[in-house]
């Protein structure tokens, strides 16, 4: 997760009460954390967006605090698709960047 958030223009990590958090400029797009005894991945999501997670199965749910603002808890419990993961990690990151990183990031490589 470290790897494909900090391949994102300009995102970095920090620590908040003891997660890490991967941010752009000054707003969080993805947390990894624990809640209710399991791994999870918390990421920005537009409320669209999470009920379309939400209805595809119960890897997906809304976390406390934040939740009522889309964002969405995916368990890492079960296997792990890294390519499923990482389209959920960038589209959190375009929902925080700002269009100067979006150019960026849809530039050519």
């Known amino acids: 997760m470290r790897t ?5 223009p300009e995102a970095r990590e920090t620590l908040t009460f003891n997660h890490p958090n991967f941010q752009v400029g000054k707003k969080a797009f993805a947390v ?3 809640y209710g005894g ?8 537009t409320p669209l967006q999470q009920q379309a997670l939400l209805q595809s199965g119960p890897r997906f749910s809304i976390p406390p ?4 603002h889309g964002w969405t808890a995916l368990r890492l419990d079960e296997s792990i698709d890294w390519d499923e993961i ?3 990690l960038e589209e959190a990151y375009r929902l925080a960047a700002p269009k100067r990183l979006l150019k960026q990031l849809d530039a050519p490589r």
């Open 38 to 45: 399991g791994l999870g991945i918390t990421f920005r999501a």
């Open 32 to 34: 990894l954390e624990d």
């Open 4 to 8: 494909l958030c900090l391949d994102l």
């Open 65 to 68: 605090y934040v939740g009522h």
């Open 86 to 88: 990482s389209a959920l």
